[in-house]
């Protein structure tokens, strides 16, 4: 399993990359494998400021739904529209083509409070 050094994680499986300002959104490739095939991304919130762990949309799975909650605060300004007809790129590339919002950062410090890859391996008890 993958754990790119260069993101930060979340306790509910949500990876952070930094750019700038800016940060992407997505889910662990960890998540993506407990929820199964991805078939739909909902993201009604561009435009909105979203504080630090409030739900900012949902992925559904042939099985299930699953809030997508917000790992810094922050004003979503993009969502990745690739997902609209292919959500599957969450499976296949959680880390890449699969990011599903890029977030304008209010609060640069609660990057600091993530965890880090070795932190978020630890956390899902996957250490060795």
Same mark, same amino acid.
């Given at each position: 399993?993958?754990? #790119?050094?260069?993101?930060?994680y ?7 990359r930094?750019?700038?300002k ?5 889910? *662990? ?7 199964g095939?991805i078939?739909?991304?909902?993201i009604? *919130? ?11 949309? *949902?992925?559904?799975?042939?099985? *299930?739904v ?20 292919? #959500?599957?790129l969450v499976n ?8 599903m919002v890029k977030?304008?950062l ?6 600091d ?5 070795d ?6 008890g996957?250490?060795?």
């Open positions: 399993m993958n754990f #790119p050094s260069e993101l930060k979340t306790k509910d499986h949500e990876w952070v930094i750019e700038g800016c940060a992407y959104v997505g889910i *662990t490739e960890f998540a993506q494998q407990e929820l095939d078939v739909y991304v909902d009604n *919130t561009v435009g909105k400021e979203v504080p630090q762990e409030d739900v900012f949309g *949902t992925v559904e799975a042939v099985k *299930t699953s809030d997508l909650f917000m790992p810094i605060t922050g004003t979503i300004i993009e969502f990745n529209k690739k997902l609209d007809t292919n #959500p599957e296949s590339d959680p880390y890449g083509e699969g990011w977030v304008d209010v609060d640069f410090v609660q990057v409070s993530l965890l880090s890859a932190d978020y391996k630890v956390e899902i996957r250490s060795c």
